[in-house]
Each structure stands twice: as structure tokens, then as C-alpha cells.
């Protein structure tokens, strides 16, 4: 289907660590990948996103990469902080489209 | 300057009320979007409007949720004879233009369904 996998569902880590969060997908006409952070309470926030013409993209602590063969993306978190607590999102468009299919998300705690 | 807000931020009504919930856009954003969240879930999408009009509506569940957006503006979801399955946070979002041209999608902070 059109669904997107998203893996771990909870991820623990010390502060200082990185965390790595993965989806994948089955269209193959996806073409737009946006990662969301939402903290409690508040809507989504967009922190990164990569287009397919891109193998990866790099903001500060923040990387995401992407196989367009095996139809996978991934998040890099380095360095973690306390205040990257929250639930991450990722989502993938078809060309063309502006529908965006969402990932379960990505509850990451950061512990001090 | 101003995000994209919501209201109510929480609303408590009984199975077979009728409900609307209000979305302000970012001034000038053509591109206005609602969503349905569960928990546990990804928010999943409702409707699309591009301007005034719906340019996708095939998200809506079924026949009892209904969205306008009559000046391009302030948009409102509403939905009719609620059920216990409605019980959600609802999502509102703006863009200056289509997400798939990448325009930036800026989420409002959810209204908070609850119906018993």
C-alpha cells in the first residue's frame, strides 16, 4: 500500500548519544520527505526534509538520508539534548501530489 | 509574526451533537489543510483547500464532516452527529503553497475532541 514504516516506535537514549529513527515506503513515486517534531501539546513542526533528486542533507545536529532504491529514509539526531524530547514524525508525497502520508511517530527521550 | 491557531483548544460534547472547530491560517498562505489524530498515530489527512474551494476532500471519513473556507481565509471542520470514533485532536496547517513544491506546512496546535 502507501502506508510508511516507521521504526522504533519509543527510543531512549542519554544525553550526548545519537538517535537514528527509520521509514520506509512502497510508492516509488514518493518524491518528498519531510520530518516533523511535535512536543506535547503543540502541532507538528517541520525540522528537516530531503527531495528524491538528494541522497542526504545535513542542519546542524540534524541529518536525514535517503535510499530511493531499497525506499527507505532516515533521521540522525547527534549530540543529543533534553530538549530533543518528543514525538517525530516522518512523511512522505508523491510527485505531483499534496496529500502527505504520516509515520506512527517516534516517541525519542532524551535522559540528562 | 502570527501562527496558525485553533479553537477551541478542547471541546467536550455528547455522541449525536453537531461541531464546528475553527481554523486562522498565516496571513497570505493560500494552501489551508486539516488533519485527524489519534493517538498513538500520525496525523492522517482530512481535506485540502487551495483558495476558497476543497481541491481534495477524499480524506473525510464519511458524510458527517464537512469543511469551508468561504474567503480563503479562516476555514471551519465541522462535523455532524458525532461519535464516540470521532474523538481525536484535530489538526490544522498552512502553507503559502502546495507542500509538494515545497512550501513549508505550518501546523496550528490541534483542537482537542472529546466525545462521550
Known amino acids: 500500500g502507501e502506508n510508511v514504516e516507521q521504526h522504533p516506535s519509543t527510543l531512549s537514549v542519554q544525553e550526548g548519544d545519537s538517535a537514528v529513527i527509520k521509514c520506509t515506503y512502497s510508492?516509488?513515486?514518493?518524491?518528498?520527505f519531510p520530518w516533523y517534531k511535535q512536543e506535547l501539546g503543540k502541532g507538528p513542526q517541520l525540522i528537516i526534509d530531503?527531495?528524491?533528486?538528494?541522497g542526504e542533507k545535513k542542519d546542524q545536529r540534524i541529518a536525514v538520508t535517503l535510499n530511493k532504491t531499497a525506499k527507505h529514509f532516515s533521521l540522525h539526531i547527534t549530540e543529543t539534548q533534553p530538549e530533543d524530547s518528543a514525538v517525530y514524525f516522518c512523511?512522505?508525497?508523491?510527485?505531483?501530489?499534496?496529500?502527505?502520508?504520516f509515520g506512527r511517530g517516534t516517541s525519542l527521550i532524551v535522559h540528562p | 509574526g502570527a501562527g496558525v491557531s485553533q479553537t477551541p483548544s478542547n471541546k467536550v460534547t455528547e455522541k449525536g451533537k453537531y461541531v464546528e472547530l475553527r481554523c486562522d491560517p498565516i496571513?497570505?498562505?493560500?494552501?489551508l489543510y486539516w488533519y485527524r489524530q489519534s493517538l498513538g498515530q500520525g496525523p492522517e489527512f482530512l481535506i485540502y483547500?487551495?483558495?476558497?474551494?476543497?481541491?481534495?476532500d477524499s480524506g473525510l471519513p464519511n458524510d458527517r464532516f464537512f469543511a469551508v473556507r468561504p474567503e480563503g481565509s479562516v476555514s471551519t471542520l465541522k462535523i455532524q452527529r458525532t461519535e464516540r470514533g470521532d474523538s481525536a485532536v484535530y489538526l490544522c496547517?498552512?502553507?503559502?503553497?502546495?507542500?509538494?513544491?515545497?512550501?513549508?506546512?505550518?501546523f496550528g496546535p490541534g483542537t482537542r475532541l472529546l466525545v462521550l
Open positions: 510508492d516509488s513515486a514518493s518524491n518528498y
Open positions: 496571513s497570505g498562505h493560500t494552501a
Open positions: 483547500f487551495q483558495g476558497t474551494g476543497a481541491a481534495d
Open positions: 530531503i527531495r528524491s533528486n538528494v
Open positions: 512523511a512522505r508525497i508523491r510527485g505531483g501530489s499534496y496529500i502527505p502520508t
Open positions: 496547517a498552512s502553507s503559502a503553497g502546495p507542500q509538494s513544491f515545497g512550501e513549508t506546512q505550518y
